[in-house]
């Protein structure tokens, strides 16, 4: 009889931080998930709701309107232990653009706010004045050779930190700021970026590289190498 696996994903914030459907990459995530024969569930973790870092295998965190992180910055203070325990515990992570700035040191937003982060990564996001980095973007990941293409609209300017990498080399669009060609940020098992679209749909592979990872912390003594086969190469 095959083994059933099972993977639960915190969604950060779903019903406040989603633009542009980034709660797409959970379907994915799940659509994958089937045919790797992995059950996924998610679960909704928002204001005022306990984020138990044993609990998951992946959180989700989707980008916001300034109005909504900074509502969300308040009571994600109060996660930070628990969202800094399943980081170091090689817990997957997937933040998007106002999400990947709230796991920052801070975020000043259009009008000048100084919106905290919960600082367990090293970038921080300054503001632009009177624009946006916005259309489609398209990097290289260094490590991998892979492609990445997505849709970008953010007002912040992030500047990564210590033991941060880049998601990818900018070859068309901004990504991070506009300068030093990096998009996103890779620590850990913890995937941050500017992409929408959602990212995971257009993105395949990136959706599996989380989904093993999180297979392979979940059940250390197992073999993965069949769902490592699985082709993820289709386009929608
Ligand atoms: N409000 C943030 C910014 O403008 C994040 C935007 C987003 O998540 N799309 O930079």
């Known amino acids: 009889m095959t083994k059933e696996y099972t993977l639960h994903i915190a969604h950060l914030y779903g ?3 989603n633009t542009y459907g980034d709660l797409g990459n ?3 995530l799940k659509y994958y998930g089937k045919k790797m024969g992995i059950n996924v569930e998610s ?6 709701e306990d984020f138990k870092s044993d609990d998951y295998d992946i959180a989700v965190f989707g980008g916001g309107q300034d109005f909504e992180q900074s509502i969300v910055s308040k009571d994600f203070q109060t996660k930070k232990d628990e969202i800094k325990k399943f980081i170091d515990s090689d817990g997957c992570l997937l933040a998007i653009c106002g999400g990947y700035q709230l796991l920052g040191k801070y975020y000043i937003d259009a009008e000048g706010n100084k919106i905290p982060g919960i600082g367990v990564l090293d970038h921080y996001t300054e503001q632009q004045h009177d624009n946006r980095f916005i259309g489609d973007i398209k990097i290289k990941n260094k490590e ?3 492609v990445y293409h997505g849709f970008e609209n953010h007002q912040g300017v992030t500047y990564t930190g210590n033991g941060e990498r880049p998601l990818g080399d900018v070859e068309q669009g901004y990504g991070n700021n506009g300068t030093d060609q990096a998009e996103g940020a890779i620590f850990k098992n913890v995937y941050c970026t500017y992409f929408h679209g959602p990212i995971l749909a ?3 592979i990136i959706a599996k590289h989380i989904l093993i990872k999180a297979l392979k912390r979940r059940y250390p003594n197992d073999d993965f ?3 490592e086969k699985i082709d993820v190469s289709e386009s929608y």
């Open 15 to 17: 019903d406040l931080m």
């Open 43 to 48: 679960q909704v973790v928002s204001l005022d």
């Open 202 to 204: 257009r993105n395949n």
């Open 26 to 28: 959970i379907l994915v």
């Open 225 to 227: 190498s069949a769902q």
């Open 144 to 146: 991998t050779g892979e």
